[in-house]
């Protein structure tokens, strides 16, 4: 299987040059050459897999360059080290219509460890295959939770170095706690003065830099990013699609071939994209909901075929999703369009200029068959959160109630009542705050530190704090630098000699 840009480069990648390289030098993002299809029969045999086994199923579907070993090594150090518990993704069943699919019990209790747990592992075998690179070094700015998650995935990997900026002003105490805590023989956190922004421009500028890219050649390194559209995240995703789905047919609730719905908060576009793949795939979905919160960029976009990220930015209670420009958009676009190289660079070029694009109706036929899409407001989400509460005695976090939310909307609007997986993407404990306030109104939680939230939200509710979360305040902190914009350059520098 190899892999092409969706802005018609002429060459086509490995699996293992996909994941090393990222992004297509033209600027274009790798998707499969052909999609590989599972028909029912072969559903029937994933049924009784568990996690890892499945994982190794469908990454040797897209992964033909690793051996069914090497695939074996990769997956069993992402999900069974230790770093979940034995069942990675369990499913939380609310109702006859609706379960939970809670993929936050990783190393930093939210959904990016599915992926950036198993990237690192991708790209040490990778780097072993691959003629074009030898050593690599991750660099990442972060407003808070992929920083986290990046570094516990990539702490201690073979041939990968990993060193994450974050705004001195922009990122939680827990958050930043959370980093600064990181233990780990390859990686450095440091602090920029300034905001995400600053910081995101900084490593842009390094990336773009043509005499230090051969500097850090000299010495073996290659500069790499772990963002959301590298395929090496992509894949992990698809996964846990399968698995929500085969765990509704083992405990009766579903026949293999009935179909089912999925609600995904979405920010970039990376998870729900998953789940598209995982229907292309042959994974008997109905209708993909698309849930955003009130940056609702993409949700305008599923229901009008125009795409306007020339609005303000609103910063919400579910920040992961705060985003006006989804580029994981760029692969559903691509797909709908009859992989169309010309229309998908048209389009992104509109973007690039002019922050606006809009497509034909067939391309908005096409993506209204698959998906559907709302938003919520924030006072909707608050609401919701305290509603699964009482209905159901369940916690969810704001990015997973903008989801059933959405899902809520979605029912009233269309009276469906096929089964129905609500994607949780962080623990409820990560975003205490909210959920404290959702539940027990605003002067609860007021002159209080994140910190004691977080106990009072657990013995409130009997619900247990993950242990990623537990005691962060007692850990001793392991980076302390600081520098400005201006530094990252050297500070880099200084961390690969
Ligand atoms: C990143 C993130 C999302 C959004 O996922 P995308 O793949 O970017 O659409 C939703 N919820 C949480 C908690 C996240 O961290």
């Not at 899902?407 to 975003?431: C, E, H, L, N, W």
């Not at 959702?438 to 209080?448: D, F, H, I, M, R």
């Amino acid at each position: 299987m190899l892999y092409k840009s969706t802005r018609g480069y002429s060459e086509k990648f490995s699996f293992s040059d996909a994941v090393l390289t990222g992004i297509a030098p033209d600027g274009g993002l790798f998707v499969p050459e052909e999609f590989p299809t599972l028909n029912e029969a072969a559903l029937e045999k994933l049924c009784e897999l568990d996690y890892c086994s499945l994982a190794r199923e469908i990454f040797s579907l897209f992964a033909d360059d690793f051996t069914k070993e090497e695939l074996d090594t990769c997956v069993k150090n992402a999900y069974a080290d230790g770093s979940f518990p034995e069942e990675p993704t369990p499913l939380s069943v609310l109702s006859n219509n609706l379960s939970v699919l809670e993929l936050w019990h990783g190393p930093t209790s939210a959904f990016k460890d599915m992926a950036l747990q198993i990237l690192p592992e991708f790209m040490s075998v990778a780097i072993k295959k691959s003629k074009k690179h030898n050593k690599i070094a991750i660099l990442t700015a972060t407003s808070g939770d992929t920083g986290k998650a990046a570094l516990a995935g990539f702490k201690d990997a073979e041939n990968v170095n990993i060193m994450v900026f974050y705004p001195v002003s922009g990122v939680s105490e827990m958050q930043k706690t959370q980093m600064i805590t990181q233990e780990g023989s390859n990686l450095s956190v440091v602090a920029v003065r300034g905001n995400f922004d600053d910081a995101q421009t900084g490593v842009k500028n390094i990336f773009g830099d043509k005499e230090f890219a051969e500097v850090l050649k000299e010495r073996g390194y290659t500069l790499s990013s772990a963002n959301s559209i590298n395929i090496g995240r992509l894949l992990p995703q698809v996964v846990y699609y399968f698995y929500a789905y085969l765990a509704l047919v083992r405990n009766g609730r579903l026949t293999l071939g009935d179909k089912i719905n999925f609600a995904v908060p979405t920010g970039n576009f990376g998870n729900i994209l998953a789940c598209y793949y995982a229907t292309k795939i042959g994974l008997p979905v109905n209708k993909i909901i698309c849930a955003t919160n009130d940056n609702n960029v993409v949700s305008d976009f599923i229901t009008t075929g125009i795409y306007n990220s020339k609005r303000p930015f609103i910063l919400t209670v579910s920040p992961a999703m705060d985003i006006l420009i989804s580029s994981n958009l760029e692969r559903l676009l691509f797909d709908v369009s009859g992989e169309n190289t010309e229309i998908v660079s048209g389009l992104q070029q509109d973007l690039k200029a002019n922050g606006v694009y809009s497509v034909e109706k067939e391309m908005t036929d096409a993506i209204n068959e698959y998906f559907w899409s709302s938003y919520s407001t924030q006072p909707e989400c608050c609401k919701t959160i305290n509603s699964i509460h009482s209905e159901f005695n369940y916690l969810v976090d704001p990015h997973t109630a903008v989801g059933i939310d959405v899902y809520d909307k979605y029912v009233i609007s269309t009276g469906d009542t096929t089964p129905t997986v609500a994607v949780s993407t962080a623990s409820p404990f990560k975003f205490n705050k909210t959920v404290a306030e959702a539940l027990y109104g605003e002067a609860s939680t007021e002159g209080k530190s994140e910190f004691e939230i977080l106990d009072e939200l657990s013995e409130k509710t009997g619900w247990e704090i993950p242990v990623p979360l537990r005691d962060l305040d007692k850990k001793s902190i392991l980076h302390k630098g600081v520098c400005d914009v201006s530094d990252m350059k050297a500070e880099v520098d200084a961390f690969l000699k």
